[in-house]
Structure formats: C-alpha cells, structure tokens
C-alpha cells in the first residue's frame, strides 16, 4: 500500500491508547504454563494440582490466542501479508475505478482496515464461521502451493455481502435497472453477477496472475 | 512420556509467542497447523499416560453412604 498523508484528520476512528488485552491475555495465561510444562520436562513428573494447571492453562492460552488470530486476521494488512495476496491489496489503492474493490475501498464505502474481510465474509455468525474455514483452507494451500493463478473465487459470490449495504440504499433503488425482475432474480440464483457486465471486475486480473499479466 | 509431552507444550507455547511478536499469513500458518496439532498430541500423551497409569478407569465404586 502507499504511504498515507499523515494528520490527525486521516487516524479514524481517534482512539485514546488502551491495553491491547487481546494481543496481552494469551501471554499472561501462557508464561505460567511454560514454568509448569519447564518443570515437568526438567522432573519428569508433575504434582497433581501442578498437571492439571499444566493441562488446563496451555490449552485456556492458544484459546486467547486464537481469539486474537481471528480478530486481527480480519485486517487487509493480514491478508497481504501472504506473498500471492499481496498485489490484489496492493491494487485497492487504485483510484482509476478498474475494480470494485478499489473503488469501494478508494471511496472509504468499507472500513478500510478489514476492506478484504467486509466484503468476503456474510452475515451472523455463520458467515464469519465460513469465512474463516475458508481463511484455513487458503492458508493451507498457500503452504502446500496447491493453488492455480489466476486465482478464482471457490463457488459463486455471496450477493449478499453486497445487499447488506446497498439493498436499502435509495441510490440502488433508483438504477432502473436494479428494479428489472429477471436481472434481480437471475442474481439471486446467481446466474448472474453484478461484476464483469454491469460493474467493473472485483479485482484486476493483473491483481489475480500474482502480479503478472495475464497470458 | 510427560516429559514428551511438556516438550510439545512448550513447543506450542514457542509457536504461540511467535504469533504474538509477529502475526501474519506465515505465523498464523504455523500456528493453525504445527502449534494447534502440537498441544493437542501433548494434551492427548498426557490423558494417555494418566489412562495407563488407571486414571480415568470406571471402577463401579461410589462415594461411601453418607448415612
């Protein structure tokens, strides 16, 4: 991403510094287990208050830590974060509206720190379940390297990432063609998308070949 | 067998502040799937050397009557 214009104008939303308890709670759980699980590698055996502390607190502290893996994933500086990622976070900073992506996120119409998750995850607590099997299985793959470029999304986009924000929008409602009958019941079996025909393509296809050109 | 399995505690422990010190693609990675499958062989070596040691075992007794 480009270096942002600095001021205070553009910190949102102003926060006063607090403790992270998220990213602090995992180690203040996880030091006193790695003193027990230290002494019963060193002895061999622990007492029986001793195993179950030794039992229970590994176990309470990658709870925390998976907590604060699941909040903090949400950012898009995560997602870039993977080398094949990278462009297509690189190409949200694109003001020329070659991609939805960008165009949302140029636009500040996302919040721009989780742009990635707002868009790619549904609604309630299924849809952040969903997407975070997801997330896993990308991780998964992006270490085993069993992935083709251009990347593809896995099945068809969940429209209603997108009606959540614009289904009451009045703007939405006026476009003439939104309110045509086949067009929106050909969305919502999605055999219709709203990208490549009527709106630009979710992301650059330069984006999705790893930052090459597509061949 | 403790011993094995406060290592793999301590293993996962490791992996845990790696996440802490610097969480990205890479470390959340080792975290899903070396650190979670590291604690829960340790948990499990644990249980099975408490099992063996007949722990866990249902013995048919009951607390004594109280009356």
Redesign the interface.
Same mark, same amino acid.
């Given at each position: 991403m480009s270096p942002a214009p600095a001021g205070p104008l553009f910190i949102s939303p102003p926060v006063e510094p607090t403790v992270d308890w998220l990213r602090l709670l995992p180690i203040l759980v996880a030091l006193p287990a790695a003193a027990i699980l230290t002494w019963g590698l060193v002895r061999g055996r622990l007492p029986p208050a001793a195993a179950v502390a030794g039992l229970v607190l590994p176990v309470a502290a990658y709870a925390l830590g998976m907590l604060m893996v699941m909040e903090k994933s949400k950012e898009a500086q995560f997602c870039g974060s993977c080398h094949v990622m990278e462009p297509v976070v690189k190409s949200l900073d694109a003001t020329d509206g070659s991609s939805l992506a960008a165009i949302h996120y140029t636009r500040g119409l996302v919040p721009t720190g989780e742009a990635c998750y707002t868009c790619h995850s549904g609604y309630g607590i299924w849809g952040t379940f969903d997407a975070k099997m997801a997330g896993t299985m990308h991780m998964l793959r992006t270490a085993t390297g069993i992935y083709d470029l251009p990347l593809k999304l896995n099945g068809s986009f969940d429209i209603n990432s997108c009606l959540g924000c614009h289904a009451g929008a009045a703007s939405f409602r006026a476009v003439e063609a939104h309110q045509a009958p086949d067009l929106q019941e050909a969305l919502l079996n999605h055999t219709m998308s709203c990208t490549g025909t009527c709106h630009p393509a979710a992301h650059p296809e330069t984006a999705l070949t790893g930052g090459n050109a597509p061949t | 067998m403790? +011993?094995a !399995?406060?290592?793999l505690? #301590?293993i996962? *422990?490791a992996i #845990?502040?790696l996440?802490?010190v610097r *969480?990205?693609? !890479?470390t !959340?990675?080792i @975290?899903? @799937?070396v650190?979670?499958p590291a *604690?829960a062989v !340790?948990?499990g070596l644990?249980l099975l050397h +408490?099992w063996r040691a007949g722990a866990f075992h249902f013995t048919g007794a009951s607390r004594p009557p109280t009356s």
């Open positions: - | 403790t +011993r !399995a406060c290592l505690g #301590l996962a *422990l #845990l502040m996440i802490e *969480l990205d693609g !890479a !959340a990675t @975290f899903s @799937f650190g979670i *604690l !340790a948990v644990y +408490r």
